[in-house]
Every structure is written in C-alpha cells, then in structure tokens.
C-alpha cells in the first residue's frame, strides 16, 4: 500500500510519499510420521505402527526455519535370545516458527519370552506367546494392538493409524485374525497414500496381513517368513514364529517419514538434508526421509 505523509513547518511545506508492502501469510500443510515398531520373536506379535499426525499452519512468509527428525524403524529380537520382544520405533518431529509436532514411534510386537505383552506406542505392538494383550496407542496418533490367542501359537497384530491390530485366533487360520491395523490416507503428495499400518501376528499355520500403510506379514517358519515394514511408511513389522536356532527371530519396523506443503509462489528453495521437492498444481511438496530443515 502507498499512503502520503505532509508536514507544515512555518511557511514550508515538505510531502512525501511511502510504499509499505505487506508479505501475504502462508499456509504449510505437513505430515509427521514417525519409525514402526519391530516384531516379536519366536511365537511374535506384530509391530505397532509409528504415530501419524497431520495438519497445517499459516506463517510469515520468509526467515522461519522448520528443523525436521525422521525416525527410524524399531529392531526385532536380537540373535541370541529366545523370543525376545520388538522394539519400539523412533519418534518423528516437525519444529519451527509456531509449529511444534512430535509423532511417537511405534510400540513393538511381544515375544515368547522377556516382555510378551505388546509395547505401547504411536500404535501398539501385538502382544506375543500365548494369551496377552497389545499394547495402547496414542490418543490422536494410532490404535491398540491385538491380543495373542491362549490355545495356539499365534501373535496379535500391531496397531495402524486407522485401526486397531486384529486379536489372534486358532492360529490365525481364519478370517482377519492375527493382521495388522490399516494406516490412515493422506493426500498431502497430490495423490491419496497410506501410511502407518500395523505388522501381522505369527502364525502357526494360516496367514496373517499387515495393515495398509506399510505394515509386514506375520511369519510361519522358514516356509513363510515375517516381513519387515516398508521403508518411509511407519509400518509396523511382522511378528516371527519359528524356533530359538532359527534366523527368524523378529525383524525390523519401517522408518519413518516427514512431508511439507507450501504454496510454490512463496517456497524459498532453501533446504538442507536432502529431501524430495516435487510440483502438484500450485503447491511444492517437501519430502524428508531423513534429517533436515527448510528456511520459508
């Protein structure tokens, strides 16, 4: 805006003329996803997905730096223990100028001994061994984990950000029993993706799923072995069921990931870490898959 300033001194008059320009707000939209859970070991529960939050904020539009953490995935049971639980994932955040969001990693699958019951997290870990139960999610993050099943050698699957993990049954033979928690759908790319779905349970028998999102199958012995989460998803793993000399003793949840969206009339271009820049209409999307920061 331009506006006229006139001063009157005696008989003189001085008029001068200012331009104020005003920089228009903007609109950062982001998602924070962060590591999944690890599965359980021997008779495992399925890894709880890492916690997913969503959101946005309007910021002046220059000289903010956003410092980015991506978490990583939670381990599966070390070698050289007997069904050792899965651990939990690592928390993601986003921090800048107004904005201050933490997602919780995801909680990990329970095994056939040490710690049965599935850990707590973003989405709770499946609990492991025979009868106990999941562990809780995050209020706003992600869902509770099942419970293992007392008659069979069958874990329960992790939380996912949309659902709960499935309880296990007669060895997850039938049905959804056993499978991981679905993720939930975000569109912050320009196309809808699922992240943060919980790990399937073992099995001693049928199958189990991981939620979509990311989350791993559960196992069965060498003939059908637990997958890990997808990278970049939050995925919870997939619980083992094998044997204390087996190489299938839990493995590892996915990694975790952070997005931003701004309007590309106002993106700076500065950024550090590496991430993705993608166009979609109007808007740059910024992915990270690790650490690093964007300056507004």
Not at 186 to 212: L, R, V
């Amino acid at each position: 805006s331009t506006f006229t300033v006139t001063a009157t001194d005696g008989s003189e008059t001085a008029t001068r003329e200012y331009t104020i320009t005003v920089q228009a707000p903007v609109l950062l939209e982001y998602l924070v996803v962060a590591g999944g859970g690890g599965g359980g070991g021997q008779v495992g529960g399925g890894g709880g997905a890492g916690g997913m939050l969503t959101g946005s904020i309007t910021y002046p539009s220059s000289g903010n730096v956003y410092t980015v953490t991506v978490g990583g995935g939670g381990s599966g049971q070390s070698s050289g223990g007997s069904g050792i639980h899965g651990t939990n994932g690592s928390n993601s955040s986003l921090s800048g100028s107004g904005l201050s969001v933490t997602s919780t990693g995801g909680g990990g699958g329970g095994g056939y001994q040490g710690t049965r019951t599935g850990a707590s997290g973003g989405s709770g870990g499946g609990g492991g061994n025979s009868n106990y139960s999941g562990g809780s999610g995050t209020s706003g993050q992600g869902n509770s984990g099942g419970s293992s099943f007392s008659g069979s050698w069958a874990g329960g699957g992790g939380g996912g950000a949309g659902a709960a993990g499935q309880s296990a049954s007669n060895n997850n033979a039938s049905g959804t029993s056993g499978d991981g928690g679905d993720g939930s759908q975000s569109s912050i790319t320009g196309s809808a993706t699922y992240y943060a779905g919980g790990g399937g349970g073992c099995t001693d028998s049928g199958t189990t799923t991981g939620g979509q999102g990311g989350g791993g199958n559960g196992g069965y012995g060498t003939a059908l072995s637990p997958q890990t989460g997808t990278a970049n998803t939050g995925g919870g793993a997939g619980g083992s069921r094998d044997n204390p000399s087996s190489p299938y003793r839990g493995v590892g949840g996915g990694s975790g990931i952070v997005i931003i969206r701004v309007p590309t009339a106002q993106y700076s271009g500065t950024t550090s870490g590496s991430p993705t820049v993608t166009t979609d209409g109007s808007s740059k999307v910024i992915k990270f898959t690790g650490n690093g920061s964007y300056t507004s």
